[in-house]
């Protein structure tokens, strides 16, 4: 892919743009030269980028997001970052009930059926591109440190983000032809939004067992990484851990 620096028209569509991850990148995207597109379920009226209303389940949503990014300029880049992490919840309960399955398929239908509908649609869009760089695109989906280490009561979530670790390397093969790379970011504990869903014991908890750096992770932190993707063709088909060393215990 072209140079992230460099002074040529291109397009990216960065999902869950309305806040977290997905705010911070589609800043940093629209600093170094990018026409960015902001898709959300509430998107913000941010200076430097287009907002659109957007649910990343919603075919319709997201060709229109698509078509408003390549009216701008060619869409090289996509960055799914919309998610949810839902209410903790055990397999069976206190009471000795069992979760109800509509919140597990809830859960699955946003983060992982919401980024296979947003990296296809997005392929579907990209193969028509001119190729520039050896390649005509690339997606980066969002995947997370729970894909692979998860604590107790996130079943949903780690099943529905270790589905995007997964996803990774067969879509990456799959576009190879089309010239689509397929990259996922898997961040650990980050300072966003969703941290409000966390009780704060279970937080500070999980921020104690960061070695190195002991902190939070900042969201430009996720945006950088997201740039150097973009400017890397050799890196495809691979899940990166953004966690500071982070590994889950239960």
Avoid: W
């Amino acid at each position: 892919m072209e140079s992230a620096m460099a002074p040529v028209p291109r397009a990216a569509v960065v999902t869950g743009a309305g806040s977290g991850l997905g705010r911070a990148t589609a800043h940093l995207l629209a600093a170094t030269g990018f026409h960015v597109v902001a898709a959300d379920l509430s998107p913000q009226p941010d200076a430097g980028v287009t907002p659109v209303t957007c649910d990343v389940l919603d075919e319709v949503d997201v060709r229109a997001a698509l078509d408003t990014a390549a009216d701008l300029a060619p869409l090289r880049l996509v960055v799914h970052c919309a998610g949810i992490l839902g209410d903790p919840a055990r397999i069976v309960d206190h009471s000795g009930s069992a979760v109800p399955l509509a919140e597990f398929k809830s859960i699955i239908d946003v983060n992982l059926v919401g980024t296979f509908n947003v990296l296809r649609l997005a392929a579907e869009r990209m193969q028509h591109n001119q190729v520039v760089d050896e390649e005509r695109g690339v997606v980066v989906t969002t995947a997370s440190a729970e894909a692979f280490e998860a604590p107790v009561g996130h079943v949903a979530y780690a099943t529905s983000k270790g589905g995007v670790a997964s996803l990774t390397l067969p879509a990456a093969r799959d576009l190879a032809s089309r010239r689509i790379r397929v990259v996922s970011i898997a961040p650990g504990i980050f300072d966003t939004p969703i941290l409000a869903h966390v009780h704060p014991e279970s937080s500070q908890q999980v921020l104690d067992q960061i070695p190195h750096p002991h902190r939070l992770g900042r969201p430009r932190e996720f945006a950088e990484l997201v740039l150097h993707v973009a400017s890397n063709p050799m890196l495809n088909g691979v899940v990166i851990r953004l966690d500071g060393a982070l590994r889950m215990a239960p």
